[in-house]
């Protein structure tokens, strides 16, 4: 047997190509010692030093002994018993790994390198750093800070700057840019490295982004080490200004890399008075900061005193400092139900920030660290809204120093004090000189005229800037009666109410809201009342006229009347509350009897997102449940753009409902609800809410002892789970749905679970089991008339076929499942079914049929929101471009494919068309290009567990290492 062992990456050894278990981390780390030693004994002093450092245990050689002794037998199973250990000798004081240098990838990188030196020739230098897996012993921290460990890394960088200067020399530029991009990705200030990245992206004509690069690590230089660039970086600049001299044309701006930038501040306060101090206050708080630590401001006062005001004023004041954007969420801390956990605020940010929602990690600390990671050096501004706790904002916080955090809360929030350094504004009721100058702005002349009642009103309300506008518009209402009479009347109020003064603003201001909704009308203040059930943040008027049970017309109507009362808030067609309001109208409600959320309203939800769903996915009507045609009417939606955009409108709701009703009943409105939805979650990438939803649902469906349900709201996790490459789980989900189906004997659900399972088999690779799930999949769904289900499995089955070499098997049944579709009138599992017959051909060496086919797939996937099957297509064109010669095509349309497939966040389909690219680069002589394309396959197919094209990228660079750069079929 053949002795192979890895570092450069996790540390790994195999016999042959068998893996060998190497033990706990304290005996792998032994064999890292060795192994570093290069082939020289190492001593036991030494070995026990690395170690434990000045403090070993007594028995630290014996323990040295065991682990040696177990390596031993691992590494020699053959070796007899208390025979002498040729490949671990003890020698003098201590051992000796005994293997070939080139069984070892460490010392076959450093000959590589040698020889690369030597001959100067770029071919093993691109060996070498194809070696590379990973930080040398990754899964080995203890020897992360090894001297020698550091010096591999330094190796690793500067043979990485060898290989882009030669590439570079030799007209390679995409190769150099991509090498001098990961030794600037290591090390931000590597001159060097930057002065080379930016000769290569001039060369390569990008030369905006070439000044872009210069003027951004100027700026780091200046920033961390207070220094101007050297002389190599300064005359990579200078030969940029030249060239720009010799051709007249001015250099190009500095532009933004082209990654979103938020902008999602609420809209300003209008007639906002007052709080000057308070604004110079906040300037202060975020004007100066810290080098090394974020800056945070936390803003509190009590409920209803202008936080929220305040602090969007002065973020709307200050946008010009965070060029890279503005994060905002609510995280209604105060909701006694469904405050906004920092898992789904992350989720949010992360798609603001560009994240396609199928890389959207499942645990929370995951997303806390990717979100720090997008922001890092990004000048952002996040604002979080009505935070209830330090636990709340902690996974918020970025890392970086060049972003500012804001957070309002009717809490001091110490522990950000204490722990992160925050400064705090303790927010006070307006002076009352601004709670004057707030009434004079909003009910006019009728305040000056007469400032003694202009105080009495501004006391009766607290100065909180909330009742100051509320009474404002009962002044108005009030007109022409003297704004003393109105004073008086409240003042009367007060008394019937049997309240006094107390100085708690919370009281007092509950004054002035039951004097302004005494003035309502019985329909708008009935609207208002069960507004305060609504667990969202906001309604459009067609939900507030299902809420009400009357027309869109009068809900209006009242709406108009609650804004201009100021009760609600009108954004744009939708209407929020404020949740002091909120708190107040769900108070109301339940003492009139009206508890919980009409059932009108969830009709109207889950009819009118089944409508949605049926002119987006108009095949697919059968897969989901019935809805019962009593009710109230859906909204109507006349395509299915429309449909789209109310469902994305409507997101946030529709989960918001479904977590209620799971709290408060109907429990059976989430289960139907999720099982609607989720075509459109998965195929949005709304991960989160999807897996949300589906818990909940679940959850109420196990309640309602309802097996069935259960089991297919099972097989919707498992199909997001498998969507997001989490196969473990999506086997758990996927195999106790097959369980409660045989329990209800349902065959319908039966055979969607075990498609699914057949699906998740075919990605990980296990061809005979798919094949065998999937065939009885055609059976049962043939049996029962399910022709959707039958012609998807047959289109699985294909798939399964092609990846076994069984060509005219995978013709037939993907044929067939065309067939079906065609007649049932699936235009994309059609499309997919003739794209999959496009692989067919390829394989069997049929080129010109195969793009005809594509070319056929394409067209139809261009009329339908189907982009990722638009760049399956792309990707299939592009592979037949090369065979042909059209290079200059195959790219263009490989790259853009890779483009949607990175859009929309299908990470197996990068892979794929990473791999065509690396296949295209070959094909062409540029197998620097090649390699690194393969390598990006390889790594993102092996984060997903895409065993396909895993093994695709791994032939691709065993074809390299041999020399050979034939386009594979």
Excluded at 167 to 188: H, M
Aim: overall charge negative.
């Amino acid at each position: 047997m053949t002795l192979r062992i890895q570092v450069l990456g996790p540390m790994r050894a195999w016999h042959d190509d068998e893996p060998i278990p190497l033990g706990p981390p304290a005996q792998r780390t032994v064999l890292g010692l060795l192994v570093l030693a290069g082939g020289q004994p190492v001593g036991l002093a030494g070995l026990i030093d690395a170690i434990w450092g000045d403090e070993p245990p007594a028995s630290a050689v014996n323990v040295i002994q065991t682990h040696v002794k177990r390596l031993r037998r691992v590494l020699e199973p053959a070796r007899a018993p208390h025979s002498r250990s040729e490949l671990l000798p003890y020698l003098g004081d201590g051992y000796h790994l005994v293997v070939p240098a080139d069984r070892i990838d460490i010392l076959r990188f450093r000959q590589l390198l040698h020889r690369a030196a030597a001959s100067r020739e770029v071919e093993p230098l691109s060996e070498a750093l194809a070696l590379w897996q990973g930080q040398p012993f990754a899964d080995l921290p203890q020897l992360a800070g090894h001297p020698k460990v550091r010096s591999i890394v330094a190796e690793h960088r500067a043979a990485l700057a060898r290989l882009g200067a030669a590439l570079l020399a030799a007209g390679q530029t995409g190769g150099a840019i991509t090498a001098f991009e990961e030794v600037t990705a290591a090390d931000p200030l590597d001159e060097a490295g930057q002065a080379g990245l930016v000769r290569a992206l001039a060369a390569a004509g990008r030369r905006a982004q070439a000044f872009e690069t210069f003027h951004t690590v100027r700026r780091r230089l200046a920033d961390e080490l207070g220094v101007d660039p050297g002389t190599e970086l300064t005359a990579a600049h200078r030969e940029l200004l030249d060239a720009d001299a010799r051709t007249s044309t001015p250099a190009p701006p500095v532009v933004a890399a082209a990654r979103p930038v938020p902008a999602e501040l609420p809209a300003d306060v209008p007639g906002f008075t007052g709080r000057a101090h308070e604004m110079s206050r906040l300037d202060r708080l975020t004007g100066t900061p810290d080098t090394s630590t974020v800056m945070i401001a936390v803003v509190s006062g009590t409920a209803g005193v202008g936080k929220t005001a305040l602090a969007t004023r002065w973020a709307h004041r200050n946008r010009d400092r965070f060029p890279d954007g503005q994060l905002y969420v609510d995280l209604r801390g105060y909701d006694p139900e469904q405050p906004v956990s920092p898992d789904a605020a992350l989720a949010r940010f992360l798609r603001s920030l560009g994240l396609p929602g199928e890389q959207m990690p499942a645990d929370v600390d995951e997303r806390a660290a990717l979100y720090r990671s997008l922001l890092d050096r990004r000048r952002v501004l996040v604002l979080l809204d009505n935070a209830a706790s330090v636990d709340q904002v902690r996974p918020l916080l970025p890392g970086t120093p060049s972003c500012v955090v804001l957070v309002t809360s009717r809490d001091s929030l110490p522990g950000l004090i204490v722990r992160h350094g925050a400064r705090r504004l303790d927010l006070d009721v307006l002076r009352p000189d601004d709670a004057l100058a707030l009434l004079g702005r909003l009910a006019g002349d009728s305040v000056t005229g007469d400032p003694e009642a202009a105080e009495e009103l501004a006391a009766h309300c607290a100065r909180l800037p909330l009742a100051l506008r509320i009474a404002a518009e009962l002044v108005h209402r009030r007109a022409p009666a003297t704004l003393a009479s109105v004073v008086g009347e409240l003042a009367d109020h007060r008394g019937r109410l049997g309240l006094l003064s107390t100085g708690d603003p919370h009281s007092d201001i509950g004054v002035v809201f039951s004097w302004s909704y005494r003035d309502l009308p019985a329909g708008a203040a009935r609207t208002f009342r069960l507004l305060g059930h609504h667990p969202g943040t906001e309604m459009d008027a067609h939900a507030v006229a299902a809420l009400t049970g009357g027309t869109e017309t009068r809900a209006r109507s009242h709406l108009g009347l609650l804004t201009a009362s100021h009760l609600v808030q009108r954004t744009g067609d939708r209407y929020g509350m404020h949740d002091l309001l909120r708190a107040y109208a769900r108070d109301l409600a339940v003492r009139c009897g009206e508890i919980g959320l009409p059932q009108p309203l969830l009709d109207f939800y889950l009819r009118t997102a089944a409508t949605a769903m049926d002119l987006l996915f108009p095949a697919e009507r059968d897969r989901r449940p019935g809805i019962p045609a009593t009710g109230g009417p859906a909204l109507p939606l006349p395509d299915s753009g429309a449909a789209l955009a109310w469902l994305d409108a409507e997101r946030a709701n529709l989960v918001a409902t479904a977590v209620h009703a799971v709290a408060h009943g109907p429990e059976g409105y989430a289960v139907r609800l999720a099982q609607v939805l989720l075509r459109y979650l998965e195929s949005g990438g709304h991960y989160p809410d999807a897996v949300a939803l589906h818990g909940h649902a679940l959850r109420a469906a196990e309640r309602l002892e309802d097996r069935h349900a259960a089991a297919q709201l099972r097989i919707n996790l498992g199909v997001l789970h498998v969507q997001q490459a989490r196969y473990d789980e999506a086997g758990a989900e996927l195999q106790r749905a097959v369980d409660l189906a045989l329990e209800v004997g349902d065959s319908l659900v039966r055979v969607r679970a075990l498609g699914n399972l057949g699906h998740l088999y075919q990605w990980q690779g296990r061809y005979a089991e798919a094949a065998r799930f999937l065939g009885e999949v055609v059976a049962v769904a043939r049996h029962s008339g399910d022709r959707a289900g039958e012609a998807r499995g047959l289109g699985n089955l294909g798939q399964v076929r092609l990846r076994q070499g069984r060509h005219p098997d995978a013709a037939h049944d993907l044929r067939a499942s065309a067939a079906i579709c065609h007649d049932i009138g699936d235009a994309v599992g059609e499309a997919y079914a003739v794209l999959h017959l496009g692989h067919v051909e390829l394989s069997s060496g049929r080129s010109v049929e195969a793009a005809a086919l594509y070319e056929q797939a394409r067209l139809v996937f261009s009329g339908t929101t189907e982009l990722a099957g638009t760049a399956y297509a792309l990707d299939g064109l592009g592979g037949v471009d090369v065979l042909l010669g059209e290079h200059r095509r195959a790219a263009d349309r490989l790259g853009e494919a890779l483009e949607l497939f990175r859009r929309i966040g299908e990470r197996a389909g990068e892979a794929r068309v990473s791999n065509s690219l690396g296949d295209a680069a070959a094909s062409t002589g540029r197998p620097a290009d090649a390699r690194e394309h393969h390598l990006s396959a390889l790594r993102i197919a092996g984060e997903i567990g895409y065993r396909y094209e895993q093994s695709r990228a791994e032939q691709g660079l065993a074809r390299l290492s041999a020399g050979r750069h034939e386009m594979p079929v």
